[in-house]
């Protein structure tokens, strides 16, 4: 979960035919969910999940190595909003973090939320509290399913916000990432929750294991930093985990991974790799089966990890440098009263097993003053792909593309 506190101031990569082939596995008998909303051109919308990603890509590039999780998807929306509102140098620098210019960046926040909820593995809300003697902007104010008054007594306002991240998170994030002080006027939040089926499920405990006929789901991608292995566990709705692994430093690693899936580093599939050992992790061979068919497999350890995110440690990242200066007021587009970002958090959780995946994330930004066999024999491809910690993962919504959470697993869970 995602917020930003506001205060008032005193003044060749998994190319396509791989993709073909995870669409074709999951197509036979689970929906798809719509690419874009309704109201919007898909260029406009592939757009705004380019520029999503690359904040995303940002982000995973600071991974300092511990286990991890983030969503940039739950952040990007209410930094859109900001940039829609502000004004000097803070609107240069959240145009610059959101990627897209700070005039269409209110609808696009908001088109995002919507087409993420418009999938079934995912629930994407935005809420808005305010003190009652705050006037807001119409033509700013969000349509947040959840609005609500800030009461000023920080301590009943917690209870009420932290019941909302629970509720929206169906508990995986337990309370709001921010605290609510006697100064805050302003609670801008995001909830964001994925939950998925494996289309084929893993068998195992402590171990994970599966094998499957489908060696597109698997590549070597030849990034411009050096080869990453990347496996694909594809859910049954419209949501993929990618497992990724690599001898560089986790942020490389987490990048090469989001620029190959934006098909911006070649790839090969597991089916036309050499034998022997061409990428981290991936062994290619051939033995006497009496299966003719090739097989991939698979084995990964189980994890689960959460993460509480202070946004504005990385200031450049996130575009929140200069709207933190309390001497005077950054968001006119929002209030005629002067504001000034105080707190900008996310809590996240995310969690793999044998059966499927959850993750959550709450991100908030306020403001305040200032997840019988037969006897012949055949010479088969085996390949095996093993993601021992360190490792790293992805979720991405297939349709669209969008990069949901990153994240790392240091050692087993």
């Known amino acids: 979960m995602a917020q930003h506190v506001l205060k008032a101031t005193g003044a060749g ?75 000097g140098p803070g609107r240069d620098e959240l145009e610059k973090a959101v990627g897209l210019d700070a005039a269409s960046a209110r609808d696009a926040g908001l088109a995002l939320v919507d087409l993420l909820d418009a999938s079934p593995a995912i629930s994407s809300a935005l809420a808005l509290w305010m003190r009652h003697d705050l006037a807001l902007d119409p ?58 089926r494996w289309f084929e499920p893993f068998h195992g405990d402590t171990v994970l294991r599966r094998s499957t006929g489908h060696l597109g789901l698997a590549c070597v991608a030849a990034a411009p930093t050096g080869a990453v292995t990347m496996a694909c566990v594809a859910g049954t709705d419209d949501i993929d985990l ?38 981290p992790g991936i062994t290619v061979r051939y033995e006497e089966s009496p299966f003719p068919a090739p097989a991939l497999l698979l084995t990964v350890p189980p994890f689960t990890v959460s993460s509480s995110h202070d946004l504005l440690s990385l200031p450049d990242v996130f575009g929140l440098a200069t709207v933190t200066d309390p001497s005077r007021g950054h968001f006119p587009g929002i209030s005629a009263a002067p504001l000034a970002v105080g707190q900008a958090k996310q809590n996240a ?37 093993t993601f021992d910690p360190p490792f790293g993962f992805l979720t991405v919504h297939r349709p669209s593309g969008l990069v949901l959470t990153t994240g790392w697993i240091s050692r087993p869970s």
Do not use: M, Y
């Not at 609005?147 to 995986?172: F, I, K, M």
């Not at 899936?261 to 050499?274: E, K």
């Open 242 to 279: 990618h497992l990724v692994r690599g001898a560089q430093s986790p942020g490389t690693v987490l990048t090469a991974a989001i620029g190959t899936l934006d098909h911006r580093h070649p790839a090969v599939t597991a089916a036309d790799l050499p034998e022997g050992t061409p990428g």
């Open 13 to 87: 990569h998994p190319d396509r035919e791989v993709a073909r082939e995870i669409l074709d596995v999951v197509r036979r008998g689970w929906p798809v969910a719509p690419v874009r909303p309704k109201w919007h051109d898909l260029a406009t919308v592939q757009t705004i999940i380019a520029a999503a990603n690359a904040l995303t890509g940002r982000w995973a590039a600071a991974c300092s190595g511990s286990s991890t999780v983030a969503a940039g998807a739950g952040a990007w929306p209410l930094l859109a909003l900001l940039a829609s509102a502000a004004d």
């Open 349 to 385: 959780l995310a969690r793999f097993d044998a059966h499927g995946f959850e993750a959550a994330a709450v991100t908030a930004i306020a403001a305040a003053p200032g997840g019988a066999p037969p006897t012949t024999t055949h010479r088969a491809r085996r390949v095996e792909v």
């Open 139 to 196: 033509s700013w104010t969000p349509p947040a399913r959840t609005r609500g008054t800030l009461t000023g007594d920080p301590r009943e306002d917690q209870r009420r916000l932290d019941a909302w991240a629970s509720e929206r998170t169906g508990g995986l994030i337990p309370a709001l990432p921010i605290e609510v002080t006697d100064e805050s006027r302003l609670v801008l939040a995001n909830a964001l929750t994925v939950r998925t």
